[in-house]
C-alpha cells in the first residue's frame, strides 16, 4: 500500500466551479502535509501547507480529517490558470508525494 | 537567496553514455531528495540524502544508477550506461528539516538516443 494515495483524475471543470481534491494517507502518525502544483514540464511548487484546523488562502481552502486518514483541497471559483497537476505529500518523520491530480478548467 | 538550482537543464546522451546530474540545494538546507518523473506520469521518489550520507535510496534502481551528496558541492547523480528508458525529467528538492516542505530545482531533461 502506498503511503499517500491521490486520484489522478483527470478532473475537467467549467470556469467558476468548485472542485475538491483528496488523498488519503496511510501512517496515522503522519504529522505534516502540503499541497504542490506542478504545470506542464515544470517543477512542483508549493501551493500550502495543510494545518491541523484548516487554512484558506484566496479561493484555496485546505483540510485534514485525521480520523479517516485523509486531505483535501478545495478550489473556488475555478481560473483557467488553475489548471495544472496538484500533488500532495504528507508523513511522519519521511514525506511522501501522492502521484497528483490533474486538473482542466475549461472556459 | 538563490532556489535549488539543478544543471544540466537539458541533456542528450547515447546508449551507454554516462549521465552526471547536479543539484544544488538551498543555502542552509541538508537535505536533498531526488525524484524521476516519465511524461504524463507522477512524481517518483529515488533516493533522500542528507550531507556525505544516503538515508533513503529504497526508489533507486539497483544497477546503474548512483547518489552522493558531499561535504563540499553540489549532490550529484549518477547513471552509467544509460538505456532509452532512463529518458525522463529529473527533479531535484531540498529542505531545511526532513519533514518540512520541499523546495524543486527547474529539472534536468535527460533524453536518451
Known amino acids: 500500500r502506498k503511503e499517500v494515495e491521490q486520484d489522478p483524475g483527470p478532473f475537467n471543470v467549467p470556469e467558476g466551479a468548485t472542485v475538491a481534491f483528496n488523498c488519503t494517507y496511510s501512517?496515522?502518525?503522519?504529522?505534516?502535509f502540503f499541497w504542490y502544483r506542478q504545470d506542464c514540464r515544470k517543477e512542483p511548487k508549493l501551493l500550502m501547507s495543510v494545518y491541523s484546523s484548516g487554512n484558506e488562502d484566496g479561493r484555496f481552502t485546505a483540510q485534514l480529517n485525521r480520523a479517516s486518514q485523509y486531505i483535501s483541497l478545495l478550489i473556488r471559483d475555478s481560473k483557467l490558470s488553475d489548471s495544472a497537476t496538484y500533488l500532495c505529500?504528507?508523513?511522519?518523520?519521511?514525506?511522501?508525494f501522492g502521484t497528483g491530480t490533474r486538473l482542466t478548467v475549461i472556459p | 537567496n538563490a532556489g535549488v538550482m539543478q544543471n544540466p537543464r537539458h541533456l542528450v546522451r547515447r546508449r551507454g553514455q554516462e549521465a552526471r546530474l547536479r543539484c544544488s540545494p538551498m543555502?542552509?538546507?541538508?537535505?536533498v531528495y531526488w525524484y524521476r518523473q516519465l511524461p504524463e506520469e507522477g512524481l517518483k521518489f529515488m533516493v533522500y540524502l542528507q550531507k556525505e550520507n544516503i538515508i533513503d535510496e529504497s526508489g533507486m534502481p539497483k544497477e546503474r544508477f548512483s547518489a552522493e551528496f558531499p561535504k563540499e558541492g553540489p549532490s550529484i547523480l549518477r547513471i552509467q550506461q544509460v538505456v532509452r528508458g532512463d529518458s525522463a525529467a529529473y527533479f531535484c528538492a531540498s529542505s531545511p528539516t526532513q519533514t518540512d516542505t520541499q523546495y524543486f530545482g527547474p529539472g534536468t531533461r535527460l533524453t536518451v538516443l
Open positions: 543555502k542552509g538546507h541538508s537535505h
Open positions: 501512517n496515522s502518525a503522519s504529522q505534516s
Open positions: 505529500e504528507g508523513g511522519a518523520n519521511n514525506l511522501f
